[in-house]
């Protein structure tokens, strides 16, 4: 295709920003990839302009650039979703919906996600002592709950019991029930009331990656008979009025809809059957799952979802409505934990390609040679051949190329060629192929299932100034799907089919997995880097707001990224201000987080140093400029000066 045939509509088809961005991104007129913080075009925001003010205050690339006002948009989309879908259903309950903090624990998101929620009494969610300190801060709502989840100890639960001296609706959800003996016991110590949940080890086996997180196996949860015990040791101690709350957890990122569906049928009749023993439930908290499309694709594979926000509170309101209204007993105020839905998009990772490892050096001469073995010959021949390539010869011409080039490397392995004649093979070789799968892009033949591996074998890789261990490590660990896009030069048709590098020296330092018109690829389009352009050509890695951004580690001791904050403002000459700079780690930083000691460093090399000094070896005005670099690299950021 040539850029003139090249469209704005091509360039959705290729990166399927609207399917995956849910309204919040997309491209303008210009080619330049675009945020609507609140989905409304009015608030467009050119994501380049956003990068150019960065630089000019100071921000190096990579960075993370979170955009506010989409926590603000999701958190007030998913509570006024389930408002109106109570209200249609006439149901009797409220939504109040928590967001677990272990999701993006920055305490920035935490304080938006509360802010936003406020008019919607919209709580928080903790599964650790540490996640419960922020909480008893940060969630001062009286009227919202803040819910408590994972294995608890003794000052867990004090901890607890305080906020509930504090006449916060903190609800201890037992997940063990030997944790229930020890609230009992820590209530009358402390004088007071516990509000109690009660989760349930459901039958109905979740979907996907997290599968694990419901049935038999499942790590959390009491079983059908647990239930009935804790409900009967509340009992004998005068505080079954205590239990508040049903609670179940099928996994993360549920893609199908239908596991939502039965996992209500199962749990809204579980709710039922206690409060017709007596226990007088307020509560139904169906957990987390809620689902986002990383890929785009709408379907039930799972990078994505086969459903969107409205069915799944469709299903949820009127699934437990039809089971209380049989069953005789009032419908609960619904919660549910969905912390994936509401952080994802407001987040995303903006690098830099500073340079294309190419799998070939197509500029190494092979040209004849006097004496070169005849395989070399055969190689060259069969390239010529390779240009006159058609329906009838292809298969033939690859058939040939590969066998060459096996036979190339055993008389390399026995010694009967050199490094020069292996040289001239390969590159040979690889120009052979890429003639092969140009002739297969464009021809209306049957191509074979192997040649499509090709484009992959061929594909330079673009190497980014990020680690993939510290912005994308849902890439790495379970090949998590996160949208790839150049922020720029979308209006021209992107010509170099290719992986992604980072600059660890790790070989899983890499992202091979992208979105495509027709499903996921090894490779992804981007645009050609000409020589002197290097450091200049900007992708983003999207959807990076849920557990990337608190997840990475600091493998070969790249750190935090730098970071702004992002609001749009109308009246403003560009749309939008950073209304926060937060910088990422030095490298003396992330040194000092693995008990090194810089400052001693610093000394150490400035004795090695004057030492030479003495002996002559290096100039007095060249050894302060090496000890003040030195000491330069320890303050700088971690990652690449490009």
Not at 220 to 225: D, I, S, W
Not at 345 to 374: A, L, M, P
Not at 423 to 433: F, G, Q, Y
Not at 624 to 632: A, C, G, I, S
Request: proline share 3%; charged share 25%; aromatic share 8%.
């Amino acid at each position: 295709m040539s850029n003139n045939d090249w469209t704005l509509d091509k360039a959705e088809e290729t990166y399927r920003v609207k399917n995956w961005s849910d309204g919040y991104f997309g491209i303008n007129a210009n080619g330049n990839l675009t945020v609507l913080p609140t989905s409304k075009k009015k608030s467009e925001i050119e994501i380049v302009k956003v990068v150019e003010e960065m630089k000019s205050q100071g921000v190096k690339l990579p960075a993370v650039i979170r955009f506010h006002d989409i926590l603000r948009s999701q958190v007030k989309k998913i509570n006024r979703t389930f408002r109106n879908t109570i209200d249609e259903a006439e149901y009797e309950g409220r939504y109040l919906g928590v967001y677990p903090v272990k999701v993006n624990q920055m305490r920035e998101v935490v304080e938006e996600i509360i802010d936003a929620g406020s008019s919607y009494d919209y709580g928080l969610e903790a599964g650790s002592k540490s996640e419960l300190l922020a909480a008893l801060v940060y969630n001062e709502n009286p009227n919202s709950l803040t819910i408590l989840n994972g294995y608890k100890d003794e000052d867990y639960l004090r901890l607890a019991l305080l906020g509930r001296k504090l006449d916060r609706k903190i609800i201890i959800v037992i997940e063990k029930f030997s944790e229930l003996k020890n609230i009992l016991r820590l209530s009358e110590e402390m004088n007071v009331t516990p509000l109690i949940g009660l989760r349930g080890k459901m039958s109905v086996p979740g979907k996907g990656r997290w599968a694990n997180s419901s049935g038999d196996k499942a790590k959390f949860g009491l079983t059908t008979a647990e239930i009935l015990n804790a409900v009967k040791l509340m009992e004998e101690h005068d505080l079954k009025s205590s239990i508040k709350l049903f609670h179940y957890h099928i996994g993360s990122q549920i893609s199908d809809i239908r596991t939502f569906k039965d996992a209500i049928n199962e749990g809204g009749r579980i709710y039922a059957k206690l409060y017709q023993m007596g226990c007088k439930l307020e509560y139904f908290d169906a957990g987390g799952g809620l689902g986002i499309d990383y890929d785009g694709s709408k379907s039930s594979n799972d990078s994505s979802r086969n459903y969107n926000l409205s069915d799944y509170a469709e299903d949820l309101v009127y699934g437990l409505k039809q089971i209380c209204d049989i069953e005789s007993v009032p419908h609960p105020n619904i919660v549910t934990e969905s912390g994936r839905a509401i952080t994802a998009h407001h987040s995303c990772v903006i690098t830099n390609v500073i340079d294309k490892i190419d799998r070939y050096q197509s500029s190494f001469n092979t040209k004849k040679s006097t004496g070169e073995h005849i395989m070399v010959e055969n190689m060259r021949d069969l390239e010529t051949e390779a240009c006159k390539i058609s329906k009838e010869n292809f298969q033939t011409i690859f058939n040939e190329a590969v066998q060459l080039k096996s036979e190339c490397l055993n008389a390399f392995k026995l010694g009967v060629i050199g490094l020069d004649e292996r040289a001239k093979m390969e590159t040979i070789h690889w120009r052979i192929m890429e003639k092969i799968m140009k002739w297969a892009d464009v021809s209306e033949s049957f191509v074979p299932e192997e040649f499509k591996s090709l484009n992959e074998d061929i594909a330079p890789q673009y190497l980014c100034n990020f680690s993939v261990f510290q912005s994308a490590a849902d890439h790495w660990a379970i090949d998590q799907i996160l949208p790839l896009v150049p922020i720029t030069r979308l209006n021209e048709e992107p010509t170099v089919q290719c992986g992604i590098a980072d600059i660890t020296c790790d070989s899983d330092g890499k992202i091979d997995r992208f979105i495509g018109p027709e499903g996921h690829n090894k490779t992804v389009p981007l645009h050609e880097i000409k020589e002197g352009d290097e450091g200049k050509y900007i992708v983003g890695l999207f959807l990076t707001g849920a557990y990337q951004d608190v997840m990475g580690d600091n493998h070969n001791l790249f750190g935090r990224l730098n970071e702004v904050h992002v609001f749009s403002d109308a009246d403003d000459p560009q749309g939008f201000y950073i209304e926060e700079i937060i910088k990422g780690n030095s490298s003396s930083q992330v040194l000092t987080t693995m008990q090194y000691n810089p400052e001693y460093m610093a000394q150490s090399l400035k004795k090695l140093i004057n030492k030479e000094v003495v002996r002559g070896k290096i100039a007095p005005r060249i050894g302060v400029k090496l000890v003040d670099f030195y000491e330069d690299c320890l303050a700088d950021y971690t990652y690449l000066n490009w």
